[in-house]
């Protein structure tokens, strides 16, 4: 399975967790937080939604409570008439009472019936459905049958499961076989002499905190129109849809908002919000976005797999940070409201998995190569190689140019016989650790030892184009270093400093031979053969390096090398002759 298709599954992963978890009452809960804070922040930045200025609260606050001397707001009723007669007396288009008056002996009705009378179908009055005692809580039914009870209307709110009322549905409730009306629904269809209205279900777009919408206390009006200001009251109610409630504490009539966790909104505020959105149709649409997701997923999934963790990680944040951003830009500017915390969760699902599979899989091939090239590569190739580990699986093979050097110790049968075990092991180890010194600082890679000999490729497995200047340069200076640790031990008891080397260049078959619990590195071609024929001329011909004709060719411009031509020499399995060359380093 290549990248591509392993990216767009784990994209499609990604993306299916943040639409399942779109469905689950967790999925719900995040959007919910994200929204009120898109909510609250867009109040902050004084960019919410405009008020219509037709809309106006009457509330009874503590001060009103105190102007009326604690007056149970059972005895209210007259006091509603009064401030319903100032109401229309100002030029009020419609009214509605948000408290259910629950007592109306006749000499508190008589001054409802005197306004209510005149003004048909102007005053609406709310009713509550008890859910769990399956009963609707009415005014008296001598105030019902004054008013009508079609212009009674349910004051229930609709909330989530985590009691906040972000949302309205303003179809008809069915209870007890029958269709009930919304309180906020009637005050609509009143005011703008419709019987319909624009969405029966809707995202109610809040204005603010409470205090946003404007209004006046119950108290004032009652003073102005006792003292016949009529001026004052056409100012205030004049064309307006008029809304009457409790914000006072003691009455507990509050409903949570997303302003509102900490300080619940006053019921009748949030009627209020309902009207406005109604009234000036600033929608908040639920949109998916999930195309613009999944497209951000891909690839967030791509980087998951082929970088580091700390890339990946600040990949996702800033993925992150730019689709959080980019929601809220679309929540301002089209009121558009997208699943941006299920968004995130898609983005760190996408990484996260990546992550794990990345540990599991590539990691773990990782682990692979580090144990089959470890003992070969330089430290600065072997990272090299893990930036890109499916290059150097088991079944992957290439065809690359390389250049090969063997190598061996002269007469070195002949000295082991003179020497115990034990002194030819730490001879060999000094002398191979010296060596690879050497070749790890010229990019090579040391693919075996039998005895004292060993075979090193340079331009693989990581290709380099002055591979054939490397290996040379390799092997004079270990010829260098050889004869500074001989002039150190002149009787030569404490090492091997007579070598012969044999380099050749071509293109070769790279691979690692064996499974994922076992393999090793090779080299596959007639090259390598020739390398080691190369090997066989130096001691014939006397020489310490010696290198083919196409070695040659690419490092005899080099300022730090000198050549010797040896001329035309036969080489066993194949046809002709090779020209070779002594190499030294040049002196001075």
Known sequence: MNNKTKSLLLALLGFSIAWVASRTTLGESLEYQVYDGFVRLRERQDKGPHVDPRLLIVKVDEKSRQALDGLPMALWLPLYAELFEAAFSGGAQVVGLDVITGYAPEELLMPFVDVALPHPDQIVFVDFYDVESDTIVRPTENVRAVL?????????????????????????????????????????????????????????????????????????????????????????????LVLIGSTAKADQDFVLSPFSRQYPLPGVEVHANILNTLLTEQWLEQRGAWLWLALILLPMAWVSLERPLAVSAGTCLLSSLFWIGGCYFIFL?????????????????????????????????KRRIRGVFGKYVSPDVMEAMLKFPEDHKPETAKSQRVTVMFSDINDFSTACEKLEPEEVTRRLNAYFGEMTNIIYSHQGTIIRFIGDEFMVLFGAPKANDKSEEMAVLSAVRMVERLNQLSAKDPQGTEGFYEVKIGIHVGDMILTSIGNELRSDYNCIGDSTNMAARVLSLTKPLGATVLISEDVKEKVEKHPDLEFKDLGLHPVKGRRGEIRVFEAFLKKG
């Open 148 to 240: 009508g009870d079609h212009n009674l209307g349910l004051s229930n709110s609709l909330r989530d499961h985590d009691g906040v009322n972000r949302r309205q549905i303003l179809s008809d409730w069915k209870i007890q076989g029958s269709g009930h009306p919304f309180f906020s629904r009637l005050l609509y269809e009143r005011f703008q002499q419709t019987s319909e209205v624009p969405r029966e279900e809707f995202l109610i777009n809040y204005t603010g905190p409470s205090g946003t919408i404007p209004s006046v206390s119950f108290s004032d009006v009652l003073e102005w129109a006792r003292q016949g200001n009529t001026e004052k009251l056409q100012s205030v109610f004049q064309g307006r």
């Open 333 to 365: 500017r089209g009121t558009v409201v997208a699943p941006t915390g299920l968004g995130v969760l898609g983005l760190v699902s996408t990484c996260l998995i990546g992550y794990l599979y990345r540990f599991n899989t590539v990691e773990k091939e």
